[in-house]
Nanobody, 125 residues
Framework: VQLVESGGGLVQTGESLTLSCAASGFTLDDYTIGWFRQAPGKEREGVSCIKSSDVSTYYADSVKGRFTISIHNLRNTAYLQMDSLKPADTAMYYC???????????????????WGQGTQVTVSS
C-alpha cells in the first residue's frame, strides 16, 4: 500500500507544474486524496483535496483560481495542476489519502491514512 508522487521541480514565477499521486494497494473510491505543503520554518498547509464519491473539493484561499485538482479513477491517480506559480508556493508537497471528508485544509490529519514521500516545488522570482 503506497502513494507515489511525481511532478515537482524548479520553475519561474508564472509558470506551471502538475503533480501526480498514484495509489497502489487500495482504491481511492472511498478516500479523500489531496496535497498539503510545508515550507522551511512554516506550518503545514492543506492545499487541496478531492473526494470522488461525493464530488467534493477543497482549495486553500492561497491557491484558489490557480490550482486545479482532479482524479482519474481508472488510473487510481490524483493530479494537481498548478498555474501562475508564485515564490510563496515554494514548499515540499505531500500527497495524502484519508478515509475522511474533503471539507477543510486539515483533511490530511482527519483520520489515519496514507501519505506520499513528498516532492519539492521551487518557484524562483
Amino acid at each position: 500500500v503506497q502513494l507515489v508522487e511525481s511532478g515537482g521541480g524548479l520553475v519561474q514565477t508564472g509558470e506551471s507544474l502538475t503533480l501526480s499521486c498514484a495509489a497502489s494497494g487500495f482504491t481511492l473510491d472511498d478516500y479523500t486524496i489531496g496535497w498539503f505543503r510545508q515550507a522551511p520554518g512554516k506550518e503545514r498547509e492543506g492545499v487541496s483535496c478531492i473526494k470522488s464519491s461525493d464530488v467534493s473539493t477543497y482549495y486553500a484561499d492561497s491557491v484558489k483560481g490557480r490550482f486545479t485538482i482532479s482524479i482519474h479513477n481508472l488510473r487510481n491517480t490524483a493530479y494537481l495542476q498548478m498555474d501562475s506559480l508564485k515564490p510563496a508556493d515554494t514548499a515540499m508537497y505531500y500527497c495524502a489519502a484519508v478515509p475522511a471528508p474533503c471539507d477543510s485544509g486539515d483533511f490530511y490529519a482527519a483520520a489515519p491514512g496514507y501519505w506520499g514521500q513528498g516532492t519539492q516545488v521551487t518557484v524562483s522570482s
